[in-house]
């Protein structure tokens, strides 16, 4: 009898023990949504100007009429392309050197014809919030330094997903649990006290590594003790968990101003979770697979009493044996074998594309709410409620509708939101930019739903032989989307104003719709057995008369 049988058979898929266990362990979804939705906060960017040379203790906020005097004189002024009003200008200041402190430009000398260049040093206002950028200098010619921050978190994650995926199989699920929270503890006061940029990046590498942990071993556990017909329910539902997170981050980043702080406060409840190296079991399934049948089987008695059902003895050490013969006939098929067939290679390279758009999307526009026009901390509130719904959405229609026109439908939901959201850019005025933001809303509606269902139907498309390298082929392909995405929004800040607020939307957009077109060619898996093996998945969904690729 399989693990999977045990499960079904005796001690039940989803009984109140499973559930507190579920809980607890979807919890630190909360923690992973902190860690990383942070950027949004903490490389904001505040309002700023070049430092006056003249002035040592110059500040952003007007000190007396002769202080004004001195800006106007120092600093060109610039047209806003939506409004035609004049401000002054982030990057720039005047070179000349002859000119005499105190003089006020008209209006219509503002753009005179001085030289000008770009300034080293920045003063910023601290009125509404002081973050990294204010810190490390991160705007101007130096903003680059914000996509490097976030582009290091990925590369973080990326080798987070290897190390914590093989520790997790050979140490235990628990034990790789916990220690990814320490890990991601002293990440973050490094992080907190970091004086300088190299020691904040480091610090992000980390916690990307750590973080990856928390929010993959926590999936894999739960995919363990919860029955297989349950298994989708309980894979969507732990999102909703991380939107929670969503929602914790917005109203402390509202209340806490100062980043660092708001670091700190984020970060220090996972120490709580430590306390799981008592309370939670470690997974029975992984027991098994190591020998260890009377731990297994006190968990999985536990399991069977909360459901009013006994496990009969001996009945493990059966499952231990066809679990071995099992992953000996799973070792013997090769990733690469994915690739060998045509019908695969197309698959494959379908899914492939299709994570690597997703998380070149999502992040590309979650991580990039600031520079949406209007209220950061409104626009952060309105982006969780429609990933939140979007999640809901999927939860109630999956199981209706399917996997395929579901995905598919969301990612041309969210392409045509990112699309159209450009026309008010490039053709209205400043009044249209709430119907811009609200376009952009759509689409981080269809990219969250595809996202809530995009795990589930790579691992029923895959042959059972070889998904779990499948698996981590399909999350390399997301990373490099996650690495791409700020500097697909770094790259509009060197454009003008319209084509730079609009450019991002134009490429989430487009691979979008891409992605949503070739997920189409895919076979639907609702209602289906899962293929086992290579030849089970060449001839996977040819009976499908909906399916494109046979």
């Given at each position: 009898?399989?693990?999977d049988?045990?499960?079904?058979k005796e001690a039940?898929?989803?009984g109140?023990y499973?559930k ?12 992973a ?7 949004v906060?903490?490389l904001?960017?505040?309002?700023h ?8 203790n ?7 009429v ?19 009003r ?6 720039h ?24 260049s ?5 003063v910023?206002d601290?009125s509404?919030y ?12 130096n ?7 976030i ?6 994650s990326?080798?987070?997903?290897f190390i ?6 050979l140490?235990?699920r ?6 990814s929270?320490l ?5 973050t006061?490094?992080q ?13 590498f980390?916690?990307g ?15 363990e ?11 969507i ?6 939107c ?9 980043a ?5 980043w ?6 984020m ?7 430590i ?21 297994a ?18 009945l493990l ?43 070149l999307?999502?992040y ?21 409620v ?5 999640t809901?959405c999927?939860l109630?229609?999956i ?5 395929r ?21 490039f053709f209205?005025?400043?009044?249209d ?12 509606f269809?990219?969250?739903a ?11 498309i ?5 998904r ?5 082929l399909m999350?390399i392909?997301?990373m ?5 995405s700020p ?5 509009s ?9 609009a450019?991002?939307m ?8 891409v992605?949503?077109l070739?997920?189409?060619?895919l076979?639907?898996?609702?209602d289906?057995?899962?293929?086992e093996?290579?030849k089970?998945a060449?001839?996977?969904g ?7 690729v046979?």
């Amino acid at each position: 009898m399989k693990f999977d049988d045990i499960l079904e058979k005796e001690a039940g898929e989803f009984g109140p023990y499973q559930k507190k266990i579920y809980v607890l362990v979807c919890l630190p979804a909360v923690i992973a949504a902190f860690l990383t939705l942070l950027p949004v906060f903490i490389l904001a960017v505040p309002k700023h100007r070049c430092h006056l040379p003249e002035l040592a203790n110059d500040t952003y906020a007007v000190q007396s009429v002769w202080h004004q005097q001195l800006i106007n004189a120092s600093i060109p002024w610039k047209k806003d392309e939506y409004d035609d009003r004049w401000e002054l200008s982030q990057c720039h200041i005047f070179n000349d050197e002859d000119e005499k402190p105190g003089t006020v430009w008209k209006e219509s000398e503002y753009n005179r014809n001085t030289s000008q260049s770009e300034c080293n040093e920045w003063v910023f206002d601290e009125s509404e919030y002081i973050t990294a950028v204010t810190d490390y200098k991160m705007v101007c010619k130096n903003s680059i330094l914000k996509s490097h921050f976030i582009m290091i978190t990925f590369c973080g994650s990326f080798l987070g997903a290897f190390i914590t995926g093989s520790f997790s199989d050979l140490f235990g699920r628990k034990l790789v649990f916990v220690s990814s929270l320490l890990v991601a503890m002293v990440a973050t006061v490094v992080q907190v006290l970091s004086p300088f940029y190299w020691l904040f990046l480091a610090s992000r590498f980390v916690l990307g590594l750590s973080g990856s942990g928390v929010f993959s071993v926590s999936f894999v556990y739960i995919m363990e003790v919860v029955g297989p017909s349950y298994r989708m329910f309980a894979g969507i539902f732990i999102e909703l968990f991380w939107c929670a997170g969503l929602f914790l981050l917005v109203g402390a980043a509202y209340w806490i101003r100062y980043w660092r702080y708001l670091v700190a406060a984020m970060s220090f409840p996972a120490l709580l979770f430590i306390s799981y190296i008592w309370i939670i079991p470690e997974s029975p399934r992984w027991l098994i697979s190591r020998g260890k049948y009377d731990q297994a089987e006190k968990v999985l008695q536990k399991i069977a009493k909360s459901n009013k059902r006994q496990i009969p003895e001996g009945l493990l050490e059966d499952t231990f044996k066809e679990e071995k013969n099992s992953d000996t006939k799973k070792e013997a098929a090769k990733v690469w074998r994915l690739f060998s067939h045509r019908i695969l290679l197309f698959r494959t390279l379908i899914i492939a594309f299709n994570r690597f758009a997703l998380d070149l999307t999502y992040y590309g526009i979650s991580l990039n709410i600031g520079h949406l026009s209007g209220n950061l901390y409104l626009n952060y509130t309105l982006s969780s409620v429609v990933e939140t719904l979007a999640t809901i959405c999927v939860l109630l229609l999956i199981f209706r509708l399917g996997r395929r026109p579901l995905y598919g439908g969301s990612m041309v939901i969210s392409a045509a939101g990112f699309l159209f959201s450009s026309l008010p850019i490039f053709f209205g005025e400043s009044d249209d930019s709430k119907f811009s933001v609200a376009l952009v809303m759509v689409g981080k509606f269809g990219v969250s739903a595809a996202y809530a269902i995009i795990y589930v139907y790579c691992s029923e498309i895959f042959p059972t032989s070889v998904r779990s390298s499948a698996m981590a082929l399909m999350y390399i392909s997301g990373m490099i989307g996650g690495v791409i995405s700020p500097y697909v929004v770094g790259m509009s800040e060197s454009m003008g104003e319209r084509m730079g607020a609009a450019f991002p939307m134009i490429v989430f957009g487009s691979v979008s719709l891409v992605a949503g077109l070739l997920s189409l060619l895919l076979p639907e898996t609702k209602d289906k057995v899962m293929p086992e093996y290579i030849k089970d998945a060449v001839h996977f969904g040819n009976h499908d008369s909906s399916s494109l690729v046979v």
